[in-house]
């Protein structure tokens, strides 16, 4: 298993939008995934999960604006962002190993992207 590789992120006003995209490898079509993200001065926390089968579930914070997906076959699973406020600015990470119902990562993690949120 190699890390995975996150891209998409950027500066964004308020209620703008982005799309993060995670290229993994490994066993990849059969593990849940998950994006978490770090926020200045907090610890790292998930915010998306799905799993090989495409269930999700999502942060209380971000219910109703995010949207986590994948494509098996691309490897890749995607974080689609709307309506973001400056409370989403973080670094942005995916693991492509993670446990569903407790959301523990114990894949490896990437360089991770910088979300930021402002005017």
């Known amino acids: 298993q190699v890390q995975p590789v996150e891209s998409g992120g950027g500066l964004v006003q308020p209620g703008g939008s982005l799309r993060l995209s995670c290229v993994a490898s490994g066993s990849f079509s059969i593990s849940a995934m998950g994006w978490y993200r770090r926020a200045p001065g907090k610890q790292r926390e998930l915010v998306a999960a799905?799993?090989?089968?495409?269930?999700?579930k999502y942060a209380d914070s971000v219910k109703g604006r995010f949207t986590i997906s994948r494509d098996n076959a691309k490897n890749t699973v995607y974080l689609q962002m709307n309506s973001l406020k400056p409370e989403d600015t973080a670094v942005y990470y995916c693991?492509?190993?993670?446990?569903?119902?407790?959301?523990?990562?114990?894949?490896?993690w990437g360089q991770g992207t910088q979300v930021t949120v402002s005017s």
């Open positions: 693991n492509g190993k993670i446990d569903f119902a407790s959301g523990y990562a114990f894949g490896y």
């Open positions: 799905i799993t090989s089968s495409g269930s999700t």
